[in-house]
């Protein structure tokens, strides 16, 4: 089998990975700070543990929503998380990418943690999961977009740290 294509971004962010890690998993945090520019957290909840999910809700200006959730595969508290990424509706049920039909529908997302210094380097890495061929070629043909709405997201969490 042919090795999944990825989408990889890193940056490094002047805090700790301890303080990093609880950006990270803490809902009061992640809606300051998670998603795309623009978007606001507007509902979250966080089962923090094996097995548990993260359930969020994106509402963008224009007044419309977004539900995606996490489903957390491992947990390394201050060094990564490993979890499956997708959209989904309010009740946590996955769904498709409401623009992208041949999305995958969901993703393996790993978030490393590494101490750099006084900071920290965040590397997000996405490879679809149990994906078909054409939800793959799909995800292949769109990682060079990814990079705005991610680079926007850890713009978002640059700012936010800045603030704390």
């Known amino acids: 089998m ?8 890193e940056d490094t962010f002047a805090t700790s990975p301890e303080t990093m890690y609880n950006l990270w998993t803490s809902p009061a945090h992640l809606q300051q ?31 419309s929503e977004h539900w995606g959730k996490w489903h957390f595969l491992d947990i390394i508290p201050n060094k990564k998380l490993i979890l499956l990424n997708s959209f989904s509706d309010k009740n946590g049920g996955l769904t498709r990418h409401p623009f992208h039909a041949e999305w995958p529908l969901q993703l393996t997302t790993e978030v490393d943690f590494e101490a750099s210094g006084n900071a ?9 999961f149990e994906a078909p061929e054409n939800e793959v070629n799909a995800f292949a043909a769109a ?6 709405g991610w680079g926007g997201t850890f713009h978002q969490l640059g700012e936010y740290i800045s603030t704390l």
């Open 2 to 9: 042919a090795k999944l294509p990825s989408f990889i971004i």
């Open 33 to 63: 700070w998670f998603g795309p520019l623009g978007s606001k957290v507007s509902y979250n909840r966080l089962e923090l543990k094996k097995g548990g999910d993260y359930l969020y809700c994106l509402t963008n200006p224009d007044g």
């Open 120 to 128: 920290t380097k965040v590397r997000v890495s996405w490879t679809p």
């Open 143 to 148: 990682i060079p977009s990814m990079n705005q």
